[in-house]
Nanobody, 126 residues
């Protein structure tokens, strides 16, 4: 069984930065891709960014492009989300997800992932 644990959320002001971390555990952990999603109050969960595990190719949602960067550390079974120039509209619960089978590409839908973390709250005050 794979477990994902997010950390690094908090309360910040607009323009600040945060770095989210996601640590994965599980004897057979070998994803093809990892991703970050977020869910704001009253809204559906949305894709933020993804990264292919083998070569580290990344994709970001247009809403965060140029501000957020996803990265991974294969040796530590970890994925990160560096968030810069935060805006009030970035306020949400951020979820880490892992895809263990299938194509590593175009992993931007919830259905592409089969493991999820519990989420970490990010609140940006304006």
């Amino acid at each position: 069984q794979v477990q994902l644990v997010e950390s690094g959320g908090g309360l910040v002001q607009a323009g600040d930065s945060l770095r989210l971390s996601c640590a994965a555990s599980g004897r057979t952990f070998s994803p093809v891709a990892m991703g970050w999603f977020r869910q704001a109050p009253g809204k559906a969960r949305e894709f933020v960014a993804s990264i292919t595990w083998a070569i580290g190719s990344t994709t970001c949602a247009d809403s965060v492009k140029g501000r957020f960067t996803i990265s991974r550390d294969n040796a530590k079974n970890a994925v990160y989300l560096q968030m810069n120039s935060l805006k009030a509209e970035d306020t949400a619960v951020y979820f880490c997800a892992a895809r263990s089978r299938g194509s590593p590409w175009s992993a931007y839908r919830e259905a592409h992932y089969n493991y999820w973390g519990q989420g970490t709250q990010v609140t940006v005050s304006s």
